[in-house]
């Protein structure tokens, strides 16, 4: 019969993802979290081939509290809004995932990295409430709103300013108002 494992999958993966919320990607290794397991590394490379396997599992567990944030104001009012609030809250509240999702180099144009996770489409539609536009109108509506978001969201994670919830909903609220007045009046001046 075989040995039973003391830690499973799930506990290795929970440990390294607290590891990367304090250190970021680059802190897991294989001491490090069989220290904190208070174990060897057998009960790491036992579940993962190697910890490049074991990163990717994490940074899918990160993706899931990404995910769980952006949806946490659904069913309200105004959800584009809660979404854009959501998004800075991830980067404030986990500032290591957030460089892991959002800071890094890709070779992707704005629209296709907003529509690269599954919340894209979710965070268009809730636009649409808002804005009243035709579905690929609003994508590109958004990607300049979600530069700007995208911009607080950055100086939040960095601590480069510290700004409040409040100072956070405001700019946010206000600055998005007034992007959909400029881009409907753009609109209809294009077609005059």
């Known amino acids: 019969m075989p040995k039973a494992m003391?830690?499973?999958?799930?506990?290795?993966?929970?440990?390294?993802?607290?590891?990367?919320?304090e250190e970021?990607?680059?802190?897991?290794?294989?001491?490090?979290?069989?220290?904190?397991?208070?174990?060897?590394?057998h009960p790491i490379f036992n579940h993962f081939e190697n910890i490049e396997e074991l990163k990717k599992a994490v940074v899918e567990k990160i993706v899931e509290t990404y995910h769980s944030y952006m949806i946490s104001g659904k069913g309200k009012e105004k959800y584009y809004k809660e979404m854009g609030l959501s998004y800075i809250k991830f980067a404030k509240d986990f500032p290591q995932f957030f460089k892991i999702m959002f800071m890094n180099p890709t070779k992707l144009d704005a629209q296709n990295f907003?529509?690269?996770?599954?919340v894209g489409d979710e965070v268009i539609r809730a636009g649409q409430q808002l804005t009243g536009?035709?579905?690929?109108?609003?994508?590109?509506?958004?990607?300049?709103?979600?530069?700007?978001t995208h911009g607080i969201a950055c100086l939040v994670a960095t601590k480069t300013i510290q700004l409040?919830?409040?100072e956070i909903e405001e700019m946010l609220e206000n600055t998005v108002r007034q992007m959909a007045i400029g881009y409907k009046f753009e609109k209809e001046n294009k077609k005059k």
């Open 164 to 166: 409040s919830n409040q």
């Open 114 to 118: 907003i529509m690269s996770n599954s």
């Open 24 to 41: 970021g990607i680059e802190g897991i290794n294989a001491r490090k979290i069989a220290k904190k397991l208070n174990a060897s590394v």
């Open 133 to 148: 536009l035709p579905y690929e109108e609003q994508k590109k509506f958004h990607v300049k709103v979600w530069i700007f």
């Open 6 to 21: 003391k830690y499973s999958k799930e506990e290795v993966v929970q440990v390294a993802y607290e590891i990367v919320k």
